[in-house]
Structure formats: structure tokens, C-alpha cells
């Protein structure tokens, strides 16, 4: 990663692995981990996973490697961090913590906190097929790409809300992904992207 890039990234991030502070069943939200993980290289990529067709959760869309906190985690850090060695082969000491984005919380009541951290350019993932169906690593400057964004209107029964977009050859990356992709791009790149929400607050 560049100097250049690191400056701008720098004072989006919080850079302390920051402990739960609250039991699990005790929290408004359920609460999840997930790891950027960026290559460290001038112009980085960003790991990002086809789920299995056979989830019963999100079943094919594009996320980062993580998932739900367990009993035992003791952070955000750690919850991402374990599951990214499960469902990609990453070790959790080949990851260099770069900090935190601020959490977000999705539209299914999720809040989910973003670890941004720093892997080898020969990363070789090993994918677990029961968690994806395959891998990939776009430059993390795609993301600034305007002509491929959009917000779309969805309803969900309820009520309706914008929700961010990205097409990325044939795949459509969006929701909290896009989310944690549009603000690293607005401030990496000062890409201008705009969610018309606050992700920090309930839809």
C-alpha cells in the first residue's frame, strides 16, 4: 500500500482492537466481524467470496470473509479474523490490523463491524465450499468507479430504502458490502459516492 493511500486511510480507521462490551444475547443487535482484507501492494486489491448457492442466508451474494460473533470472541477483530481462516485459509498472523470502520447495521438487524487489515500481493485463498463458491480480488480503486455504482429502491414488505450497488463484470455487489466499499473509496480515492443513508443507525 502506498504512502499516499495509507495517509488517507489512516484517520477513517480506529486503530485499537476493541473488546465486546457486551454479552452476546444482551445486545441490541446481533453482532458480526468481517475482514478487509487488502493486498500490500501500491494499488491494493480487496478479498471478497462468492457465498455457497446453498446458504440459507444470502445464498450466492458477494461478502467479505466473517460472519457472526460467538461466545468466545473476545472483539470484532477476533470474530473476523477466525472466520476468515475458516472460510478462506487465511491465518489470522498473516493479517496485519490496519483499524476499524465505524459499524454498520444492515436492513435484517445485523450490525456489523468492518477490520480492515493488510495481507501478501500471494495470498493463495483456500476456499471452503460449504461458506463459498469461489473467491475474488478487484482493485480496491474499482470501487471509486462511479459509472458502475447505483442505488437502488427496495422494499421489504415494511418499508422502502436505497440501497447501494456495485456491478462488477457479472457480479453484483451490494448492500453492507457496497456500504464498507463506498466509504474505503470515498476516502481512499475521494471517490464522492453517496449512500443517502447513515449505516450507523437501524434502516
Not at 461458506?131 to 482493485?139: L, T
Request: hydrophobic share 40%.
Amino acid at each position: 500500500m502506498s504512502d499516499a493511500l495509507w495517509t488517507r486511510l489512516a484517520p477513517a480507521l480506529d486503530g485499537s482492537d476493541r473488546p465486546w462490551t457486551e454479552r452476546p444475547e444482551t445486545g441490541e443487535w446481533p453482532q458480526a466481524g468481517v475482514l478487509v482484507a487488502l493486498s500490500d501492494e501500491a494499488q491494493p486489491t480487496v478479498l471478497l467470496g462468492r457465498r455457497a448457492g446453498h446458504l440459507s442466508n444470502h445464498p450466492g451474494e458477494v461478502a467479505f470473509p466473517g460472519g457472526k460473533r460467538e461466545e468466545h470472541d473476545v472483539s470484532a477483530v477476533a470474530t473476523a479474523l477466525r472466520e476468515s481462516e475458516e472460510e478462506v485459509g487465511l491465518p489470522p498472523d498473516a493479517v496485519t490490523l490496519l483499524g476499524e470502520l465505524p459499524p454498520l447495521v444492515t436492513r435484517t438487524g445485523f450490525q456489523v463491524f468492518p477490520c480492515v487489515g493488510r495481507i501478501a500481493p500471494d495470498f493463495e485463498p483456500v476456499v471452503d465450499p460449504s461458506e463459498f463458491d469461489s473467491v475474488f480480488s478487484p482493485s480496491l480503486q474499482t470501487f471509486s468507479d462511479a459509472s458502475i455504482y447505483r442505488l437502488e429502491k427496495m422494499f421489504d414488505g415494511t418499508r422502502s430504502r436505497m440501497v447501494p450497488h456495485y456491478q462488477v463484470g457479472q457480479d453484483n455487489v451490494w448492500g453492507v458490502t457496497a456500504a464498507i466499499l463506498v466509504l474505503l473509496a470515498n476516502v481512499a480515492y475521494d471517490a464522492g459516492l453517496d449512500l443517502q443513508r447513515d449505516w450507523e443507525s437501524a434502516p
